[in-house]
């Protein structure tokens, strides 16, 4: 049975000769563009062309830039975490370039004259009483020191080489700038003692001045800009300078001077000479510092400013003679109700008066302003850490070392208005960084030497209070203020950078105090509240 096929499914006929036209129309088409194509271009079409080509370059390079930048830019991050920062925080201090190696000596042991430099007058005598000239010769003309210091007999009180009080003035000033030019310690040592049998034999005047010590240092090369500067003198104590021993400027002006010594001996001399000093000082009645404060101020600043000599700030045997002088020194201030004034024009001296790189320049060569902060070097101020060994100098507990640390750290700190108590204690110093919170968080954030040196000066003024802290006082809540304020520090302060160690140093050296100041006060209140327990005191409401 046939079925019928719907309509919309019937073939359509073919119309082959449609088809065939419309093939031949398309080769023809074909042909005709293959011509255009080969056809050469024209001039706006090559310029369209070119620019598409610059264009396209354009985008190139730039894509070259950025990825070259973008290489290089990560090679130097590496660089930078990987660089090491030099380490500027250093055991020993810069100190000052004051003692000139290459200065010859003034005056020497061959050269010194007890007639000529100091008037002695007794020649004729020794002659007239039998003696040879040539013996005189070799007595007083410096030939022999020890055959003469055996003639002397100082010991005895008696002797014919000393008739009168100008004479024994003489004597004893001869010996005296002999000893701090001897560089056999056994020479040094019998000239000491023949020094110290003249004082005590005889009842003749005789006092040892910043005269003395002033032309010693002078003399073993340090620099007169900081010892000897009339206008510093002026400015911090409204006097004139001490005075330089009379054959002393007469060999300046007569440019005397030829005898070479190494830095080693130069630097026994020194030690000797402090030694001496000190010494002396320690006797009764030879000084008149007591009732002179301006000499005393003096020669503390002498001591304290030769102390500070780099090549002296290495060298324990000197810089101990020179605390033994300081304290010595200290010990003739006279007493209340003017010693708190003394004691505030010392620190002021010291600290605020004392501004090295303006007084001479070559004196700072020994250190780089640049690693300390601007206005350090805009207002010639000492290193942080020379002025740290300032302090060291001084006796520990005394009033006079606490405020020059006191002052000392507003100085690095930057503090403008500089507060100068009679007194000083932690409350003070508190009070003080509370003020001034910004100086020390700028401090804080990039200046790790000179924090570290204020860190010093801080545990400087803390020493002499953690003896007998007691809870409930202003001491004990000062010092529970500084261990926030260092526990602060170190929460912000980098210390794990093996690469950057000057935060690392800080870090460790304020961790350690904020311990020890914490334990500190952990035992003031462990006893305080065993106290309460037992009844002994009743506890605080």
């Known amino acids: 049975m046939s079925r019928a096929v719907p309509k919309e499914y019937e073939e359509e006929d073919l119309d082959l000769d449609s088809l065939l036209e419309a093939s031949c129309s398309q080769h023809e088409d074909s042909v005709l563009d293959i011509d255009s194509i080969l056809r050469p271009l024209s001039d706006s079409q090559q310029e369209m062309e070119a620019n598409l080509d610059l264009r396209d370059q354009k985008i190139r390079d730039e ?54 430099d100091f008037g002695w007058t007794g020649r004729k005598r020794l002659e007239q009483s039998g003696l040879a000239s040539s013996f005189v010769e070799r007595l007083v003309g410096g ?186 020194l200290l010990s003739l201030l006279p007493p209340s109700p003017h ?66 640390a006191y002052l000392y750290i507003q100085l690095v700190l930057g503090v403008t208005s500089v507060d100068l108590p009679g007194q000083v204690t932690t409350t003070d110093l508190v009070q003080m960084l509370d003020t001034h919170k910004g100086l020390w968080g700028t401090l804080a954030k990039d200046q790790h030497y000179s924090m570290w040196s204020v860190l010093g000066l801080m545990d400087i003024m803390v020493e002499g209070e953690m003896e007998e802290l007691k809870v409930g006082t202003d001491q004990f809540d000062s010092l529970k203020k500084l261990v926030s304020l260092l526990e602060q520090y170190l929460g912000r302060v980098g210390r794990n950078d093996p690469l950057n160690l000057d935060p690392v140093t800080v870090g460790e050296l304020a961790a350690e105090m904020a311990s020890r100041w914490k334990m500190a006060v952990n035992t003031a209140e462990n006893i305080h509240s065993m106290k309460v327990q037992t009844g002994l005191t009743k506890e605080a409401v």
């Open 339 to 404: 010693t708190e004034t003394h004691i505030q024009d010392m620190a002021e001296l010291l600290s605020a008066g004392f501004l090295p790189h303006h007084l001479c320049p070559s004196s700072t060569s020994t250190w780089s302003y640049t690693s300390l902060p601007a206005y350090m070097a805009t207002a010639g101020h000492n290193h942080p850490h020379n002025m740290l060994t300032s302090c060291s100098l001084l006796p520990p507990h005394s009033p006079i070392k606490h405020l020059l």
């Open 63 to 116: 894509i070259a830039t950025q990825e070259e930048k973008r290489v290089r830019s990560e090679q130097e991050q590496v660089m930078i975490r990987h660089k090491v920062t030099p380490a500027l925080i250093k055991r020993k201090p810069p100190g000052l370039n004051l003692l000139q190696p290459e200065q010859l000596l003034t005056f020497s042991m061959t050269d010194l004259s007890l007639e000529r």
């Open 143 to 328: 030939q022999n020191v020890l055959m003469m210091v055996r003639y002397l007999a100082p010991e005895t009180g008696q002797n014919n080489m000393v008739a009168n009080e100008e004479e024994f003035q003489s004597m004893v000033d001869y010996v005296f700038y002999l000893s701090t030019v001897c560089e056999d310690q056994l020479t040094f040592s019998v000239l000491s003692k023949c020094l110290f049998d003249l004082l005590k034999s005889c009842g003749y005047p005789w006092h040892v001045t910043t005269s003395h010590l002033l032309a010693t240092f002078l003399n073993l090369g340090a620099r007169a800009q900081l010892l000897a500067s009339e206008q510093f003198y002026q400015m911090n104590l409204a006097s004139s300078g001490p005075v330089l021993p009379q054959f002393y400027t007469a060999r300046l002006d007569n440019r005397q001077g030829n005898k070479v010594i190494s830095q080693q001996s130069r630097l026994v001399m020194l030690r000797n000479s402090v030694q001496l000093v000190g010494d002396l000082l320690r006797l009764p009645d030879r000084n008149h510092l007591g009732q002179n404060t301006t000499s005393l101020l003096t020669m503390v600043y002498l001591a304290i400013t030769v102390g500070q000599d780099q090549a002296v700030v290495d060298t324990p045997a000197i810089t101990r003679s020179i605390s033994q002088l300081l304290h010595s």
